[in-house]
């Protein structure tokens, strides 16, 4: 059974930074794909970022492209996700998931199967 716990949310200035981290346990798809998620209230949870498990493909959403890294490290099962030049708009609750098939194409469908961590809050103040 795949575990996941976020840690290293918090509070930021616009354009501060912050990292997160998502140790994950029982995940041994090394074809799969770790991401991370946020949700705003009154919004719907949307995708971030994703890593390809077996290598270092990336994708990022328009949003956050060119200010978050994510990066992973399979040797100590932990995925991480660097967050420059904050921005009031990335205040959600942000979660780390891992994706239970083959591969980050569609990572944020509705259709794609997840194990999810239980979130970690980001908020940014300007």
């Known amino acids: 059974q795949v575990q996941l716990v976020e840690s290293g949310g918090g509070s930021a200035q616009a354009g501060g930074s912050l990292r997160l981290s998502c140790a994950a346990s029982g995940y041994t798809y090394n074809s799969g794909c770790m991401a991370w998620f946020r949700q705003a209230p009154g919004k719907n949870r949307e995708g971030v970022a994703a890593?390809?498990?077996?290598?270092?493909?990336?994708t990022y959403s328009t949003s956050v492209k060119g200010r978050f890294t994510i990066s992973q490290d399979n040797a100590m099962n932990t995925l991480y996700l660097q967050m420059n030049n904050l921005k009031p708009e990335d205040t959600a609750m942000y979660y780390c998931a891992a994706l239970l098939s083959t591969g980050c194409s569609g990572y944020a469908l509705v259709s794609r199967r997840r194990s999810w961590g239980q979130g970690t809050q980001v908020t940014v103040s300007s």
């Open positions: 890593i390809y498990r077996g290598g270092t493909s990336t």
